[in-house]
T-cell receptor, first 114, second 113 residues
């Protein structure tokens, strides 16, 4: 399966700052990536579908101006949490869709907003 | 959107015993997948079962799917301490879901040595 990395693995920032999280597909050119958010001891919630070369598709209730997604190449998608607040603290996970029904997940990025 | 429900929410067993986790969902699906997540880590794909399949095996894993009851079960046989993790089912909905997955709430499995 695809090998997916995320950077950084964890980040602490002050309230009001913006944070960029990278998701890289290391061995597969991915036209589609997904971004999820997971709160402690809860399930993964899909935030958006990242499409290479086009605008991301956001799930209902996810603010597109708050969570900016850029999928500028077939191996990189970025999620920027703009003007982060403590309630944005969460575990953010990306996945790569390899076109064979299965998604391959990155190791996740833990964000703590103080 | 639909969300699967796993039960039990937590399961604690002794090494060598079998662990069974169940998942229910609400709408029609193309497939159902099981993932494993170690604490604070990413997800690892375990097994996928399509809507026209009823049972699938992979090593010590056995998955069943009952589309009439909209439910699935994951059986881990001869459990090991290293199987300790959270297990999630995820469904890919039918009817143009664009391969999006909807995850259940997960079962936290603890295997005691």
């Amino acid at each position: 399966g695809a090998v997916v990395s995320q950077h950084p693995s964890w980040v602490i920032c002050k309230s009001g700052t913006s944070v960029k999280i990278e998701c890289r597909s290391l061995d597969f050119q991915a036209t589609t990536m997904f971004w999820y958010r997971q709160f402690p001891k809860q399930s993964l919630m899909l935030m958006a579908t990242s499409n290479e070369g086009s605008k991301a598709t956001y799930e209902q209730g996810v603010e597109k101006d708050k969570f900016l997604i850029n999928h500028a190449s077939l191996t990189l998608s970025t999620l920027t949490v703009t003007s982060a607040h403590p309630e944005d603290s969460s575990f953010y996970i990306c996945s790569v869709f390899q076109g064979q029904e299965t998604q391959y997940f990155g190791p996740g990025t833990r964000l703590l907003v103080l | 959107s639909q969300q699967g429900e796993e039960d039990p929410q937590a399961l604690s067993i002794q090494e060598g015993e079998n662990a069974t986790m169940n998942c229910s969902y609400k709408t029609s699906i193309n497939n159902l997948q099981w993932y494993r997540q170690n604490s604070g880590r990413g997800l690892v794909h375990l097994i996928l079962i399509r809507s026209n399949e009823r049972e699938k095996h992979s090593g010590r894993l056995r998955v069943t799917l009952d589309t009439s009851k909209k439910s699935s079960s994951l059986l881990i046989t001869a459990s090991r301490a290293a199987d300790t993790a959270s297990y999630f089912c995820a469904t890919e909905g039918s009817g143009g879901s664009n391969y999006k997955l909807t995850f259940g709430k997960g079962t936290l499995l603890t295997v005691n040595p």
